[in-house]
């Protein structure tokens, strides 16, 4: 018999997944991760992990394929990454955000439940579900006050974390992780956007990918789209930051955790970073798109890392602006 563990990455594509997935390997698991079916397996974020891991098609939307992975490996650790992730996207596919955001969750639940209940559960939970929250700072005491389709799908998969891990005595725990970025990161977020826009730019880049709304990235005369350039968000560095969901498996009793900064900044700070590392002046290359705009906005608000500090000896160690100039770096090798 083996004793090397076997984690289940529900969602392995993801920047998170991906990033989830080097780290339990280097930790000597054995990784399942999930993948929508599909006639490719390949995905950027996952090219360097194919024979590594083994990968199964499973779908949040499908219990039976959720219910098939987890009963074939009886997974010791199940981490749940997946969801229709952006929160621009949830006000114009509101069913899907709610299927998957919101239901997906319990599906995977009542799979360990079924199939593997000994197996311990990490659900990515988001700042969102704190909507606009007055408050300086969060911590996992802060009311929920969703104000997003995603935000709300989010809060209603934390309540159900709580509600399995009360219910049925399950080690079930929900990550509230604030936004975290990387060159994994997908375009359709505004870190990324900012990092390939200055790299698409500054390498005069003749055909640049697609925004959110189907049109260039980068338009013919040179500018980014952005939405709210005043927006403020506490960024961390995602590859620090799947740590600290492993960290919450290790621990003896199951408890959801606040993962941040406790530090904000502006998109247009971003903007600025951004460019400044490629030698441009962002206020020459970037403008503002009423389409790109979000029915409601959330405030500004900070994650208070201090409990994850305390009882899992995690803290950020990337800083904002190292942050997005690594982004800035990678795509400047990616968009040549």
């Known amino acids: 018999m083996s004793d090397k563990k076997t984690a289940l990455i529900i969602g392995v594509t993801s920047q998170d997944g991906s990033y989830l997935a080097d780290l339990l390997l280097e930790k000597g698991y054995k990784v399942v991760g999930t993948i929508r079916r599909t006639t490719s397996f390949h995905k950027d974020n996952i090219a360097h992990l194919l024979g590594k891991i083994t990968i199964e098609a499973a779908d949040l939307t499908d219990p039976e394929s959720i219910n098939q992975v987890v009963d074939k490996y009886k997974p010791d650790e199940v981490y749940n990454i997946a969801a229709q992730s952006v929160p621009a996207d949830s006000w114009s596919h509101p069913f899907y955000t709610a299927e998957v955001t919101a239901l997906g969750i319990v599906r995977v639940l009542e799979a360990v439940r079924h199939f593997a209940p000994k197996a311990k559960v990490y659900q990515a939970t988001s700042r969102e579900i704190f909507g606009n929250i007055e ?21 209603y998969a934390h309540m159900m974390v709580k ?153 950020p160690k990337t800083s904002f602006e190292e942050l997005i100039k690594l982004m800035v770096d990678a795509d400047l090798e990616r968009f040549k």
Not at 139 to 151: L, M, Q, R, S, V
Not at 163 to 191: A, D
Not at 236 to 261: F, H, N, R, S
């Open 135 to 155: 408050a300086e700072a969060a911590t996992e005491k802060t009311p929920i006050d969703g104000n997003n389709p995603y935000g709300i799908a989010k809060a």
């Open 163 to 315: 509600c399995y891990r009360e219910s049925y005595n399950m080690f079930v725990v929900g990550g509230i992780l604030f936004n975290h970025e990387s060159p994994r990161r997908s375009l359709h977020f505004v870190t990324r956007k900012i990092s390939s826009g200055a790299a698409i730019i500054k390498n005069k880049v003749k055909n640049p990918p697609v925004n959110e709304l189907g049109e260039p990235l980068v338009d013919s005369e040179g500018k980014l789209h952005m939405g709210l350039l005043d927006a403020k968000r506490d960024w961390g560095y995602a590859k620090e930051y799947v740590e600290a969901m492993w960290l919450m498996l290790q621990q003896d009793t199951p408890k959801d955790y606040v993962i941040g900064t406790n530090t904000t900044n502006t998109v247009k700070e971003a903007c600025k970073v951004a460019f400044e590392h490629v030698g441009l002046n962002w206020e020459d290359h970037v403008v503002t798109n009423e389409k790109l705009m979000r029915p409601t906005e959330i405030k500004e608000l900070k994650g208070d890392y201090s409990l994850a500090k305390k009882e899992l000896g995690w803290e």
